[in-house]
């Protein structure tokens, strides 16, 4: 059987190599990397308003981390802390997130992929959270990691692959307030979110942290695993119908 295709939503920034200085369409690298080596087929998806049919031909779906959604979409004004809107970003990635849920589709949501998540089944953001926590310690500075333990509930995706703690890296300065459908699954000592799922899928799983940061390469098996499963399930209903 041929590897998993996975999309990893892109976005578009300035990037500049070789002779170029110019828009472009970029990811980190750590996702393609993470996807790779976990035995899957990474395919980069540009921003798209037009619609999410792209993941009739995916077997799962890895949203990046990023920019902050912007507020309207959870019914907030913007806090003075907050990104400017990147409109074509978020409407691009609601489109493929809400197209590989209708599917069925395993999905993995990393930082603001978490939070996206959480939006889309009807929850909220904390958007400074350092006037929430008291502390700068999710995102020391910028461009520069924190590291801190997270406890993981017992029986959950997130707990599969890590145990019931385990040590993460972090860089963020919102998080999710209210997970809206999702099950938390993984908090902070301060209790921030960390980690968050659909109980009623096999696999959607947001996780605030950093694996493409991190080299972790059990998320990305776990994740990559649930994508060939999927396919797999795929196919045998294709061979009987």
Do not use: K
């Amino acid at each position: 059987m041929s590897r998993p295709v996975i999309g990893i939503a892109g976005y578009r920034d300035r990037a500049r190599w070789n002779i170029w200085d110019t828009d472009a369409t970029v990811v980190q690298q750590g996702y393609v990397a993470g996807v790779t080596r976990a035995g899957g087929r990474a395919v980069v998806l540009p921003p798209d308003t037009v619609d999410g049919d792209v993941m009739d031909r995916l077997d799962g779906l890895l949203l990046s981390g990023g920019a902050d959604l912007d507020p309207a979409l959870y019914g907030q004004d913007r806090h003075p802390s907050g990104d400017t809107p990147r409109a074509d970003r978020d409407a691009g990635e609601l489109l493929l997130l809400r197209a590989a849920l209708d599917r069925g589709l395993p999905v993995l949501g990393v930082c603001r992929g978490l939070q996206l998540l959480a939006v889309v089944h009807g929850g909220s953001l904390v958007q400074h959270l350092p006037e929430a926590v008291g502390h700068t310690g999710h995102c020391p500075q910028e461009g520069v990691f924190g590291r801190h333990p997270v406890r993981l509930a017992p029986g959950s995706l997130a707990a599969a692959v890590y145990g019931t703690e385990t040590d993460v890296n972090s860089h963020h300065h919102q998080a999710v307030a209210d997970p809206g459908r999702l099950r938390v699954t993984g908090r902070a000592d301060d209790g921030v979110v960390e980690a968050a799922e659909d109980p009623d899928r096999p696999f959607v799983l947001g996780v605030q942290w950093h694996p493409e940061v991190s080299c972790d390469d059990a998320l990305f098996e776990a994740f990559v695993a649930a994508c060939a499963r999927s396919a797999a399930g795929a196919l045998l209903g294709s061979a009987g119908a």
